[in-house]
């Protein structure tokens, strides 16, 4: 018997494939073979892959799915309404990223739905999964998109006039992959169906591995942000421009480079890291005329991650001066402190035999939303402790837990 969408009650899944199942299902998708791992950038063939999967995979389940004006994706169980109680994650991924950042809590939801149907579970509150679009950066260099445009937190004319590496704008992008970029920004409608949102994530760190845990609830997210330093030379012949005529930009960027792992080294508990440079034109026998360099800091006080970046741009500016060279900066994206909600937390954890909670360096979504909608957090022990990585991983039973474990939760919240 096939299921209607919308009625999510009617007609049995012919079967119930469990999460790890529905990760199998879709291991092909934008597999990176240079790289190694993943690379599922929004709007591209990959991630559309995924998204279809993903349509799919709902619709056959019964659920009704439709995408937001800012290419979120959602699947509801039963009728889309007010006060829902929302779960879900996204589908894309950094450049050669793991099989498990995002996806894990999409095929966990999905895996969910069904073994709440097989009980006959009636929910007293609209139940949804969310696809949010962007959340990684890993296209256009600004993480989660898709919930700061929904929840207005990000200018949508920003977003759009965003480029990747080939000169692509987000707004060509969208358009491409069959989206109105006339549409994109603020979702008051949408918004203000989410009454509680879980995202079920793998753990991005050795925390639960030191705790002899299967799963933790999250606490909050510490102040982080991308900073871009463009340092600006003379572009000149490698082999008949002598070595004290020239302007070189490369020299301040490498001496950036290794100031930043100095300055946070000397702070506690900082993170900051240089995964991404850029010199312009690129030539092996040219001699740069712009190197774009890409900082990535983080720390739990929102005052000491400013004041980390602003000792970095110092020794950034001398260098660049020593060289005769310029250096500009700036924020591609900052957020402070995001605290999930204590009282749901707390209710979660008692939920869940007084499971560990556990802080994160990690960005998600779910900490764009807990500024307008009470928003927690679950991770899934990750016994390698490494991400955006091939190497990222999630015991099966692992995953089968937290997988029961997100269905208590959502069984409590909606009933």
Known sequence: MTARAGDAGDGPVPSRPSANDLLAEIDRVGADRTRGGYSRHVFTTAEGELREWFRGAARARGLEVHSDRNANVWAWFGRPGADAVVTGSHLDSVPGGGAYDGPLGVVSALAVFDLLRAEGFVPRRPLAIVVFAEEEGGRFGVPCLGSRLLTGTLAPERVLALRDSDGTT???????????????????????????????HVEQGRGL???????????????????????????????????????????????MITAVRAAAAAVPDARATVGRLVPTPGGTNVIASQVDVWLDARLPEPGDVLALVAEITEQARAAAELEGCTVAVREESYEGTAAFDRALRDRLRALLGNAPVLPTGAGHDAAVLADFVPTAMLYVRNPTGISHAPQEFAEPADIDHGTAELARVLRSLAG
């Open 209 to 255: 591995v030191h705790l002899d845990a299967p799963l933790a609830v999250g606490s909050n997210i510490i102040p982080h942000g991308r900073w871009r330093f463009t340092f600006t030379g003379q572009g000149n012949h490698a082999g008949t421009t002598l070595m004290t005529d020239r302007h070189d930009p490369m020299l301040p960027a490498a001496r």
């Open 170 to 200: 987000f707004a060509e992008a969208a358009r491409g992959a069959g989206q109105d970029p006339r549409h994109f920004g603020r979702d008051s409608e949408t918004l203000s169906r989410i009454g509680t949102f879980v995202e079920l």
